[in-house]
């Protein structure tokens, strides 16, 4: 908790997702305060900050800085977004100056799966650990990579986007096979809840049918494990981390983990050169890891916290 002159200081976090925008008011230890959200704007980038503002105005008074996770690749010194997924108006916009602007105190600014990284690295299931990778498993793959204690961002700011990563390539047709799909467990559960009549995106509904050990539903499941071991060993081949976090909405379902670890398992069976045993487990934050790591990296950046 920061106090001065018997006022009680916290930090307004935003999590910017294609659907809501969530913040908090955090305490400096990571202690929440108050939280809520509103529908992510889609007019222009005007729209969006006067919204943040907006929130910013009902706890300025306490407001010691603010903190935002964002999707795209993100330069964290410039405060520029490149890109930013299915909000198109943030491409090369200095989201992080002009919000500082508008309300007068220091604001910074991360990608969304490596605000989940940090936030593991901070609190969470690698805190231990000097090397670690955090995988986030939604429409795509995201996350980050710890090194030596701290987030590797790399030369183009692209170091942990697994989504890019190449499965295979066709030679015949210049087409290659990306990890962002055959990893994404939103595409996972959609194509079980089309096979068993459900609703889209009904993760429970589907994870009934897997507990169930439903046959149509268990195969399409354990293809999925399989792809995402896949992505678990080359990773622990190149990079070598002491321990794999798994993050994402699914990951709240134990089978995923178990699932993971087995597969692992029958592709080394089944391949005997593998050497590797990668450490898998859960990501200790669920839905509020990009809140946060985004208020991890304020600290950072903003005061020097080690």
């Known amino acids: 908790m920061f106090r001065k002159n018997g006022v009680v200081y916290m930090y307004l976090v935003f999590d910017i997702g294609g659907t809501f925008i969530k913040y908090m008011t955090m305490e400096r230890s990571g202690e929440p305060v108050n939280e809520g959200k509103f529908p992510t704007p889609y007019q222009d980038l005007e729209t969006l900050i006067e919204k943040m503002a907006s929130i910013y105005q009902g706890f300025s008074k306490r407001v010691k800085g603010i903190a935002i996770s ?3 690749t993100v330069d964290v010194n410039q405060g520029i977004v490149y890109h930013g997924g ?167 379902q134990p089978a995923l983990l178990t699932g993971i670890k087995e597969a692992i398992e029958v592709i080394k069976a089944d391949n005997p050169l593998h050497m590797a045993s990668p450490h898998v487990v859960t990501c200790h934050f669920r839905s509020a890891a990009n809140l946060y790591g985004a208020l991890y990296h304020f600290l950072l950046q903003h005061e020097n916290e080690q």
């Open 86 to 252: 299915a909000l198109t108006y943030l491409h090369e916009q200095a989201l992080a100056n002009k919000l500082q602007k508008k309300c007068n105190v220091p604001v910074s600014i991360e990608n969304d799966g490596k605000c989940a990284a940090l936030a593991e690295k901070w609190q969470g299931s690698v805190k231990d650990y000097q090397q670690s990778v955090v995988l986030v498993l939604g429409t795509g793959v995201g996350g980050g990579i710890i090194i030596d204690g701290k987030l590797h961002r790399g030369v183009h700011l692209q170091a942990g986007e697994q989504s890019y990563v190449m499965e295979c390539y066709d030679h015949e047709t210049g087409k290659a096979a990306f990890a962002g799909k055959a990893c994404s467990a939103s595409r996972m559960v959609n194509e079980i809840a089309k096979q068993k009549g459900l609703e889209r995106n009904d993760g429970q509904g589907v994870f009934q049918y897997i507990n169930n050990q439903d046959p149509e539903a268990v195969t399409i499941f354990e293809r999925f494990c399989k792809n995402v071991a896949v992505q678990i060993l080359n990773l622990q081949y190149i990079i070598d981390p002491e321990i794999v976090a798994i993050g994402g909405g699914i990951s709240v």
């Open 70 to 72: 964002c999707p795209g």
